[in-house]
């Protein structure tokens, strides 16, 4: 009996052994662990400042003097400007606002005039502006207002800190998180110098291409000639001959 006894004493020995292992080892693991605290805004830059689309407005004043009607070379290019960039951008009617005092009747009428004149001459419809009065303050040099609405990218605003950067005693200040305000303005400024706002939303349709251009390197392909172009004439604003 005791050489049966003694194997099994020696097992449980080295079972209580290895439970006794397990558990040194869970203890120091438990010891070394902290818990995973989860950041309390999103990590990416892009999530805490997006850019979003909104109904912006485009304006330009036709300032007017006391007497003198019509417009001078200097309005003529901004209303023509206007005009244009309402072919491209312009989501809703022109509307321009006419103001009721401060400039004789004779200079509002042919300034109004020669603004519809341009907006004609641009391919702008006649029933796609709108003319509306307005009393200008007592202050105020009278104009005329030009106005469409239009689809404008805006990010922020910048320069808020709802979360401490720290050093503090919260756990949240010791892990390497960006702070809140990081990228807010490379997202305004992208926002702002982007030519159209849904550039940022999809892709562009793709245009036809440069059939005069493709022709020529077709043409040079057939004959067997380099189809590259040839630019000349890199040299000719240099004013000095270092390097050569």
């Given at each position: 009996?005791?050489?049966?006894?003694?194997?099994?004493?020696?097992?449980?020995?080295?079972?209580?052994?290895?439970?006794?292992?397990?558990?040194?080892?869970?203890?120091?693991?438990?010891?070394?662990?902290?818990?995973?605290?989860?950041?309390?805004?999103?990590?990416?830059?892009?999530?805490?400042?997006?850019?979003?689309?909104?109904?912006?407005?485009?304006?330009?004043?036709?300032?007017?003097?006391?007497?003198?009607?019509?417009?001078?070379?200097?309005?003529?290019?901004?209303?023509?400007?206007?005009?244009?960039?309402?072919?491209?951008?312009?989501?809703?009617?022109?509307?321009?606002?006419?103001?009721?005092?401060?400039?004789?009747?004779?200079?509002?009428?042919?300034?109004?005039?020669?603004?519809?004149?341009?907006?004609?001459?641009?391919?702008?419809?006649?029933?796609?502006?709108?003319?509306?009065?307005?009393?200008?303050?007592?202050?105020?040099?009278?104009?005329?207002?030009?106005?469409?609405?239009?689809?404008?990218?805006?990010?922020?605003?910048c320069g808020l800190w709802p979360e401490d950067v720290g050093p503090a005693s919260i756990t949240n200040y010791l892990q390497n998180w960006p702070y809140w305000n990081?990228?807010?303005?490379?997202?305004?400024?992208?926002?702002?110098?982007?030519?159209?706002?849904?550039?940022?939303?999809?892709?562009?349709?793709?245009?036809?291409?440069?059939?005069?251009?493709?022709?020529?390197?077709?043409?040079?392909?057939?004959?067997?000639?380099?189809?590259?172009?040839?630019?000349?004439?890199?040299?000719?604003?240099?004013?000095?001959?270092?390097?050569?």
């Open positions: 009996m005791s050489a049966i006894k003694q194997p099994i004493v020696a097992g449980r020995r080295r079972s209580a052994f290895r439970l006794l292992a397990a558990g040194i080892a869970a203890a120091t693991l438990a010891g070394c662990y902290q818990p995973q605290t989860r950041p309390p805004y999103p990590i990416d830059y892009r999530l805490r400042h997006p850019i979003s689309m909104r109904d912006g407005a485009q304006t330009v004043e036709v300032f007017l003097g006391g007497s003198r009607g019509g417009l001078n070379p200097a309005q003529r290019a901004d209303v023509l400007s206007f005009a244009q960039q309402w072919r491209k951008e312009g989501t809703g009617s022109i509307v321009i606002a006419v103001p009721r005092t401060g400039a004789s009747r004779r200079a509002i009428a042919d300034s109004l005039r020669e603004i519809h004149s341009i907006f004609a001459a641009s391919g702008i419809p006649q029933g796609a502006v709108h003319t509306r009065p307005y009393r200008p303050s007592d202050d105020a040099l009278a104009s005329i207002k030009l106005k469409y609405s239009k689809l404008v990218a805006e990010a922020g605003p990081f990228g807010c303005a490379t997202q305004r400024n992208l926002a702002a110098t982007v030519a159209n706002p849904t550039d940022l939303v999809q892709p562009r349709g793709e245009t036809p291409a440069y059939t005069a251009r493709r022709s020529v390197a077709l043409d040079k392909y057939r004959k067997g000639d380099s189809p590259s172009g040839k630019y000349d004439g890199y040299d000719d604003g240099k004013i000095s001959n270092i390097g050569q």
